[in-house]
T-cell receptor, first 114, second 112 residues
């Protein structure tokens, strides 16, 4: 089982719709979670971080964390064609030998069509 | 805050040659990470430093890979005797403690 799993997609949504991206993680010791956006040929860009259960909103983005279910999600409201990219979910352990290491999922490709 | 800087941006090398990449983290960021990414995959952890101490090195990393961070500032990643399978994007990131990590532009390595 992979430590961080994402559906690779592609996920296709129409412009203006809500895009929902999901991520699960295997290690209950994970404490910090991050969403990165990566355009083709570019490096990952941090868009959201979440540390506690519940929702965290930043502009059109909402991150949701459920530690009991080991589940993280990212909602993008009013999706725009410029949101088309690969979205990477990452988890960081809080302790043990891998303390501090960021582990990434394989990414979900999102396409927003006009 | 000038962001994480990586050099070079692109490197083409012949199989068997050694290559070295440099990463300059965001100033005052005490943690520095190296990742490798191939097409269609998420970044794969290689190693990370807290200040000058290398805290963890991936078991996937062969002895041909070595990284240093002298004086806890910039870091170098060296690959000896490169192989075609080493072709990838090499990403560096930095963070202040265990909060958000920010990536540099990456170094794209092509081994021919």
């Amino acid at each position: 089982q992979k430590e961080v799993e994402q559906n690779s997609g592609p996920l296709s949504v129409p412009e203006g719709a809500i895009a929902s991206l999901n991520c699960t993680y295997s290690d209950r010791g994970s404490q910090s979670f991050f969403w990165y956006r990566q355009y083709s040929g570019k490096s990952p860009e941090l868009i959201m971080s979440i540390y506690s259960n519940g929702d965290k909103e930043d502009g059109r983005f909402t991150a949701q964390l459920n530690k009991a279910s080991q589940y993280v999600s990212l909602l993008i409201r009013d999706s725009q064609p410029s949101d088309s990219a690969t979205y990477l979910c990452a988890a960081r352990l809080a302790g043990g030998t891998s303390y501090g290491k960021l582990t990434f999922g394989q990414g979900t490709i999102l396409t927003v069509h006009p | 805050d000038t962001g994480v800087s990586q050099d070079p941006r692109h490197k083409i090398t012949k199989r068997g040659q050694n290559v070295t990449f440099r990463c300059d983290p965001i100033s005052e960021h005490n943690r520095l990470y190296w990742y490798r990414q191939t097409l269609g995959q998420g970044p794969e952890f290689l190693t990370y430093f807290q200040n000058e101490a290398q805290l963890e090195k991936s078991r996937l990393l062969s002895d041909r890979f070595s990284a240093e961070r002298p004086k806890g500032s910039f870091s170098t990643l060296e690959i000896q005797r490169t192989e075609q399978g080493d072709s990838a994007m090499y990403l560096c990131a930095s963070s202040r403690g265990h909060v958000e990590a920010f990536f540099g532009q990456g170094t794209r390595l092509t081994v021919v």
